[in-house]
Structure formats: C-alpha cells, structure tokens
C-alpha cells in the first residue's frame, strides 16, 4: 500500500524575517500565506518519509552492531586482565565484519582507479571535449577527494541496502600574493607613471569545482512511494 500524504498536515511556524527580496513579486516573508504553505507542505513530506524509514531503524541498529569490530570481553577474560594487564586475550572479528571489508576492497580496486568517471564522445567531434571534460572531472575528484564519499557510499549500501551521495559545488578562498605596479598618477601629463613594483594581497578564489557529500542514511528522507534507486522518479526527496 502506498503511502499516503496527510492533506490537513500538522506545520510549523517560522515568523523571522530575514529581510530578503524575493522575485516575480511572490511574497515569502516568514509568517506570510505563501511562506506557510510551501512549509506545510515540505514538513508533511518529511515527516510521511521519516515515519517510513523509520520502520528500519531497528533491524539497522542490530546490523551496525554486528559491524562493529571491537567485542566485549567475557567475565573470564575480564578477570585475566584484572589481574595481569599485559596477559593476552582473544581477538574476536565478527564474520560479518570481515565480509564487509573484503567487499569493499573489491569494489575500491574495481570502481576507483582514477579516472573514476570517464566519458567519450557520440561522434569524431566530440572526441577531445570527452577527453578535456574527463581530465577536469578528475582533478575535481582528486582535490574533493570523491573516493572517500563512494568508499562511505559503498559501504552503506552494503549494509542497509543503499548508499547515498549529493554532488555540491566547493569553492575555496583565500589570500593571493602579487606584484602589481607602482607609481603616482601624473598631472602634466595625465597618465600613470610607473616607478617601480610592489607586492600586494587580495581575496581571491583559490579552487572551484565539484565535489560529492555523504548522506546519513538515518537522516534520508526519500518519496516511499517509488523504489530507492529512483528518486528521480519521486515527488520528493530530502535529508536532514
């Protein structure tokens, strides 16, 4: 059965101002008709999507206990390191554990070999913009550092069921050094006379490029309604 979204949802109320100007004369002050709408409507969304997940919350919880590799000691072994702290005691790896990482050695090997995207033309002509578009995304991938956020994806994909990644766009300021000209502005002759150089330090854009987040898959809020590895086919899909 589909799950359906309550029409008369419970809302929340958000009555500050920011003091933004909003386009095409549409009137999205906190407290305003629209304002209320658009956050009925989300906050229905959300919360139809949450009491769904939820549901594997708890067959979850017990998967990342048996992932965890650190085991309790029995009271036995408790007691042997009670009373000799250097005395050894065994080392439990759980099956599952074990599993999972050899899986995910296998998928490193097999999906992350730079480069991780790769593209070709559809004709002779697209041949050296495929290459050129490649070479970019790479370099994005290697400053973002994408292989940890598909490593993390893989390995909740293995154990819940899906993996989650949302592609952003990073940008990176900081200070830039440079020599620029130096000299006075001339009243006889009403040009800038150069009379030497000097270093200077402005704000500038450091990097820019793509890069991949991780989505918790507790905090996934997708449309119930269509199967998880088609949120474009939903209404809706968000995260917290």
Not at 25 to 44: C, F, N, W
Not at 232 to 238: H, L, R, T
């Amino acid at each position: 059965m589909p799950a359906i979204i309550d029409p008369n949802p419970k809302s929340l109320q958000v009555t500050t101002d920011l003091g933004y100007t909003y386009p095409r004369g549409k009137d999205m002050r906190p407290g305003s008709p629209l304002h209320q709408r658009i956050i009925t409507e989300v906050y229905a969304r959300a919360l139809e999507s949450h009491n769904e997940m939820s549901k594997r919350y708890s067959s979850w919880k017990l998967i990342d206990e048996s992932l965890t590799a650190y085991i309790d000691l029995d009271t036995a072994e408790e007691n042997i390191k009670d009373a000799d702290a250097r005395k050894p005691v065994s080392i439990v790896v759980p099956y599952t554990y074990a599993t999972l990482e050899t899986l995910l050695t296998y998928f490193v090997m097999a999906f992350l070999d730079n480069p991780i995207f790769r593209y070709e033309g559809t004709g002779p002509e697209d041949m050296l913009g495929a290459i050129m578009i490649e070479k970019v995304i790479d370099q994005n991938c290697q400053r973002a550092k994408v292989g940890l956020n598909l490593h993390t994806m893989f390995r909740d994909s293995f154990a819940y069921g899906f993996g989650v990644v949302h592609p952003t766009w990073v940008k990176e300021w900081g200070y830039k050094t440079e020599t620029v000209p130096d000299g006075f502005l001339s009243q006889i002759w009403g040009q800038f006379i150069q009379t030497g150089t000097k270093k200077q330090r402005r704000d500038v854009v450091l990097y820019e490029g793509n890069a991949l987040a991780n989505i918790d898959p507790y905090l996934y809020l997708p449309d119930p309604n269509v199967s998880t590895h088609e949120p474009q086919k939903g209404e809706f899909v968000g995260w917290t």
